[in-house]
């Protein structure tokens, strides 16, 4: 069994290093060329549409949610334990030039961000009416063969929902409770089967009430400490700056006619780590957004890139207290390198704040893939067996807390990797419709 798992993660570490990298980078630019490079065309309008919105956008109307509120869950899942652990683990393997890399990829996925909520809401709205299923559950429907394309997505979501939406978040939250709070294992493990429970009870209006909550708690509180960080190391911050960047693309790595391999370590672990932090392209924002029954895709795209603006920025800051703080290269990785950054102004305390950060990274992703997984699991089996969905659900989320999941990250890769290749698959093939509206938008705007 160790034989087979250990081959299994080569081949990923393979696969889930270059070929996705340019597959990504790839579409990417040409979505970024076809679409006029919309994300910096439009990135004043993205923050007006967030933090101004209309009445449109506040408006439940035929979906479970507000395009607003689906907004904000999608950053909710997005800013999770994996801006926390996974930026400090980018910077432990792959050096402070992953930093750059988070920054530069990012730009890249916000018009990919754009395209599948786009085509998300495009399509639910041109849905016939009591149509439940959004996301790209619906829209690869369009695509040859794409009946099964959305159900191979559907299946593959769902198990990530259930790995990594559910007992990963889970066990990340046990682990840092019994660290800084020396609680059992079993106890975080029933308080976090029955919290998930009382979200599963509550359907989708408990999720979004949920959400609006721990949203701007989680979101608030990182970025008050990180600044307050980043003040008392002010006089690091400028040369932490241009380390990152001559890690991330040095002259001497490019003058030898292929990047070094410092550079490709810090674009890889960097690359990868934007597309699993943000997570444009995995088609999850999409799904949110498809269950807004708003008519007004192209706004709605447009709003969302906002979303991923803020946890490439969240990841970033991450990296610059690790790297401004001095103890980037302490030999500590995950959360541990993200506390000893926190501790260097907090004292003891660091642990407790990035422990309650922790925890309620965790919780907003859990509480935002219920949902997420519940869509997939009903594209696959229709509106019933909803208490065995919840069962599932409950179970992971309970044995994740207490086992050891490091074995699970493999199916979880798979699981990422798959959803990625069919969703931009599909936005490849879709793209002409994506940039005919945006083009009508744009001339709209200017008259």
């Not at 009430?209 to 701007?216: R, T, Y």
Request: with cysteine.
């Amino acid at each position: 069994m160790n034989g087979l798992f250990s081959m299994l993660n080569n081949s990923l570490n393979v696969f889930m290093g270059w070929p996705i990298i340019a597959y990504v980078i790839a579409i990417g630019i040409i979505c970024t060329v076809t679409l006029s490079f919309m994300q910096f065309r439009f990135f004043a309008k993205a923050w007006q549409l967030t933090l101004m919105p209309s009445k449109s956008e506040k408006e439940v109307k035929n979906g479970d949610m507000s395009p607003l509120q689906a907004f904000i869950n999608t950053l909710n899942i997005s800013v999770g334990n994996g801006s926390l652990a996974g930026m400090a683990t980018a910077i432990y393997s792959g050096g402070p030039g992953a930093a750059l890399w988070i920054v530069l990829i990012s730009f890249l996925l916000m018009p990919i961000r754009y395209a599948e909520v786009y085509l998300s809401t495009y399509f639910s709205s041109h849905a016939p009416a009591g149509t439940k299923i959004g996301g790209p559950m619906l829209y690869l429907k369009v695509l040859k063969g794409g009946r099964y394309l959305s159900y191979m997505y559907a299946f593959f979501c769902m198990c990530f929902g259930f790995i990594a939406g559910a007992a990963m978040q889970a066990n990340s939250i046990s682990l840092s409770v019994q660290t800084t709070f020396d609680v059992p294992l079993i106890v975080s493990a029933i308080i976090l089967g029955l919290f998930v429970l009382y979200v599963n009870l509550g359907g989708a209006q408990r999720v979004v009430a949920l959400s609006e909550k721990i949203v701007p708690f989680k979101v608030g509180l990182f970025f008050i400490t990180a600044t307050a960080l980043l003040a008392y190391h002010y006089q690091a911050i400028i040369p932490a700056l241009q380390l990152i960047i001559a890690s991330g693309l040095s002259q001497t790595a490019f003058m030898g006619g292929i990047l070094g391999f410092s550079v490709q370590q810090a674009m890889r672990y960097g690359i990868i780590r934007s597309i699993n932090a943000t997570e444009s392209g995995l088609g999850t924002a999409a799904i949110l957004f498809g269950s807004t029954g708003s008519t007004h895709p192209v706004r709605d795209g447009i709003m969302s890139m906002a979303s991923t603006f803020v946890s490439m920025l969240v990841c970033f800051m991450v990296a610059l207290c690790i790297i401004a703080s001095g103890v980037w290269n302490s030999g500590l990785t995950s959360t541990a390198l993200t506390i000893a950054a926190y501790n260097t102004l907090f004292g003891s305390i660091g642990g407790w704040i990035v422990t309650v950060l922790s925890i309620s990274f965790g919780i907003g992703v859990i509480v935002s893939y219920t949902y997420i997984t519940k869509a997939a699991w009903d594209a696959l089996f229709g509106q019933g067996y909803t208490y065995l969905f919840m069962a599932c659900f409950i179970a992971c989320a309970f044995f994740g807390a207490q086992m050891d999941v490091t074995k699970l990250w493999s199916f979880v890769d798979i699981s990422n990797a798959t959803m990625l290749i069919i969703n931009l698959l599909g936005i490849m093939v879709l793209l002409p419709l994506i940039k005919r509206d945006l083009q009508a938008y744009t001339k709209e705007q200017q008259q």
